[in-house]
């Protein structure tokens, strides 16, 4: 695999305390950098991908933090960028709730800029370790920032120098204007939302089509939607496992995982009745893409029930059941097709649904030539093929001296 991904939440969450009680999705997490600081001296080839937000947290410590955490790794960090989108989050770090979307993203631009200028403090080959001389840096490749802006005031440099891959790669996901912006700017990773393969490929196109205003090469991003794997030697067997899970789900647990997702009260709508439309919110705070997808069922009049179990089906993402052929089938379409660059695999229980997936879908995908037999090499750059960013200093100093 090219990495593993760490979705995070500083909240535990808030809503029918009976609800929170069954399920340790929010109540009983790790926090993420520390764990894979942990995983990064565990693991040799496998990329770190962490979630952390720009709301609550200042550009300095995250652009120390993955710096450190890159250097543990020899080059397998990476950052997930989110704005955070549920009003709990903000309780707990001074806030009355969240701040509107607009500000976030405001917010986030800038202070992806800032951490972008203090990862390029220290020149690739600052460092002189001169032990002749008594030097241990070229002083005329450490950059002072100084960025006076909007939101942060950050002076620099960073006093860490940049691991083997530059500089911790950027994920992202973000299905509104903002955040497609956002990603067409910074991001080198995409967690897509799409529910089916034509509106994925227009995702593809749209993002990857705005990255040349930025100077950017299409190639340095690769979009990866999200889906749920559920696999079986047969499909009755696929089948029968994902009708196993959701009739096990705990109807208070449904209707909290739906309430969050749609931000609305369902306290006392029974099961089957349709959902309440009055109960929407005129705007949505989180996930713009999901709760999209889902107010398209709430219009054609699904119950409650019904959307329960089309969110347990999918999760974030899209959802395919079947045998390892017809997996294999779908990936390889959405891949030829341009609708991805690979995939976000999330599977329903662990470590079961993840070790059908290696033992029956990854031999077919390599069978097919869609999956390496080898990692290409030592940093999640070379794996994901993703060029290394230039130093600003470096790269300014070479462009003077051409044209001097």
């Known amino acids: 695999f090219d990495f593993m991904f760490l979705a995070d939440s500083a909240a535990a969450g808030v809503g029918d305390p009976d609800a929170l009680s069954r399920s340790p999705t929010k109540a009983n997490r790790f926090e993420p950098l520390s764990l894979i600081s942990a995983l990064s001296v565990m693991t040799d080839k496998l990329g770190l991908v962490s979630t952390l937000s720009t709301s609550y947290y200042e550009p300095f410590n995250v652009a120390r933090i993955f710096a450190s ?33 607009a500000v976030r993203y405001e ?68 299905g509104s204007e903002a955040g497609m912006a956002l990603a067409a700017r910074t991001s080198e990773i995409v967690f897509s939302l799409a529910s089916n393969i034509d509106s994925n490929r227009a995702f593809y196109q749209n993002v990857k089509g705005r990255m040349p205003a930025f100077g950017r090469n299409p190639n340095d991003m690769k979009i990866m939607p999200g889906i749920v794997i ?46 309440p439309m009055d ?19 709430v219009k054609q009049g699904q119950t409650v029930g019904q959307l329960i179990r089309h969110y347990a089906e999918r999760h974030t993402g899209n959802g395919i059941t079947g045998t390892p052929t017809q997996i294999a089938d779908y990936m390889e379409e959405w891949f030829e097709t ?37 990692y290409e090499g030592a940093t999640l750059r070379d794996n994901l093929g993703l060029s290394m960013p230039p130093n600003r200093y470096a790269a300014a100093r070479i462009a003077g001296a051409e044209h001097g």
């Open 279 to 297: 109960r929407l919110p005129a705007e949505p705070k989180g996930s713009r893409k999901m709760f999209d997808q889902l107010v398209e069922f």
């Open 338 to 374: 341009r609708a991805a660059d690979g995939f976000i695999l999330m599977f329903p229980t662990l470590p079961s649904s993840l070790d059908d997936f290696v033992k029956l879908v990854l031999p077919e995908l390599r069978r097919r030539g869609l999956f390496r037999e080898e």
């Open 107 to 174: 917010r986030a631009q800038e202070f992806i800029d800032v951490v972008f200028g203090l990862w390029d403090s220290f020149e690739r080959d600052a460092l002189l370790l001169d032990r002749g001389e008594g030097v241990y840096y070229d002083k005329d490749k450490l950059h002072i920032l100084n960025h006076v802006g909007k939101n942060f005031q950050v002076r620099g440099p960073l006093n860490i120098a940049p691991s083997a891959q530059g500089r911790p790669v950027i994920a992202q996901a973000g």
């Open 230 to 275: 559920n696999v079986g030697e047969t499909e009755t067997e696929a089948k029968a496992k994902v009708d196993f899970l959701i009739d096990n789900l705990h109807p208070d647990v449904g209707r909290l995982m739906l309430s969050e997702f749609l931000e609305a009260d369902l306290r006392g709508v029974p099961f089957d009745q349709p959902f």
């Open 69 to 101: 955490i890159d250097q543990l790794s020899n080059g397998r960090a990476c950052w997930n960028v989110v704005t955070s989108d549920h009003d709990e989050t903000g309780y707990n770090f001074n806030r009355l709730g969240l701040d509107p979307h």
